[in-house]
């Protein structure tokens, strides 16, 4: 059974830091990008960051600057570094392995709160 794994949220100062990491189990990893979202109460869940197999970033303009997304694809493991942290920051943050290239299905996390305090 496919896994992924969240760990790392939690409650912060606003300008804190937190670190987030995904551990993925029984599927094909290094092959796959893996991304970030986030949901808010009341609102859309939106990416945050990926990264693609060949290690390209992507970002919202919202986190551009302060976080940073990693892989390890000997741990299967993907990061996010969440530096400046701000209460708009405040979400449920979900881990997610796209589909392989030959087109098998994606996968979630069961997601991690993390919240940010004024």
């Known amino acids: 059974q496919v896994q992924l794994v969240e760990s790392g949220g939690g409650l912060v100062q606003a300008g804190g830091s937190l670190r987030l990491s995904c551990a993925a189990s029984?599927?094909?990893?290094?092959?796959?990008?893996m991304g970030w979202y986030r949901q808010a109460p009341g609102k859309q869940r939106t990416l945050v960051a990926s990264?693609?197999?060949?290690?390209?970033?992507n970002y919202a303009d919202s986190v551009k600057g302060r976080f940073t997304i990693s892989r390890d694809n000997a741990k299967n493991t993907v990061y996010l570094q969440m530096n400046s942290l701000k209460p708009e920051d405040t979400a449920v943050y979900y881990c997610?392995?796209?589909?392989?290239?030959?087109?098998?299905?994606?996968?979630w996390g069961q997601g991690t709160q993390v919240t940010v305090s004024s």
């Open positions: 997610n392995a796209g589909p392989t290239p030959w087109g098998t299905k994606d996968y």
């Open positions: 029984r599927i094909t990893f290094s092959v796959r990008a």
């Open positions: 990264i693609t197999r060949a290690g390209d970033t």
